[in-house]
Nanobody
């Protein structure tokens, strides 16, 4: 019902910046919340940031607070993750996910995009 296409991953040096994009299509009118997750090698998946589609609520993990910013462009049905001051420990596969208004969990996921931060 909702398709998510991610872009913007890549290789960057420590201290650099990247902006990830997640373009949503399908039943985007039913989206309650969008989130960015990541999974680093040998670690469990963790939430990085999320926002309500209405724009009245945002969340950022403590590990990225002050460095990462989640935002959205409703006209483009796109969610962004601006990542500044990147650290090697930010290296992970980053996933975009959507939670619909009747759901209790994130049910739709993008394919994932690799972010690699070199020291």
């Amino acid at each position: 019902q909702v398709q998510l296409v991610e872009s913007g991953g890549g290789l960057v040096q420590a201290g650099g910046s990247l902006r990830l994009s997640c373009a949503a299509s399908g039943r985007t009118s039913s989206v309650l919340r969008m989130g960015w997750f990541r999974q680093a090698p040998g670690k469990e998946r963790e939430i990085v940031a999320s926002l309500s589609w209405s724009g009245d609520s945002t969340y950022s993990a403590d590990s990225v607070k002050g460095r990462f910013t989640i935002s959205r462009d409703n006209a483009k049905n796109t969610v962004y993750l601006q990542m500044n001051s990147l650290k090697p420990e930010d290296t992970a596969i980053y996933y975009c996910a959507a939670r619909l208004n009747w759901a209790s969990n994130y049910d739709y996921w993008g394919q994932g995009t690799q972010v690699t931060v070199s020291s």
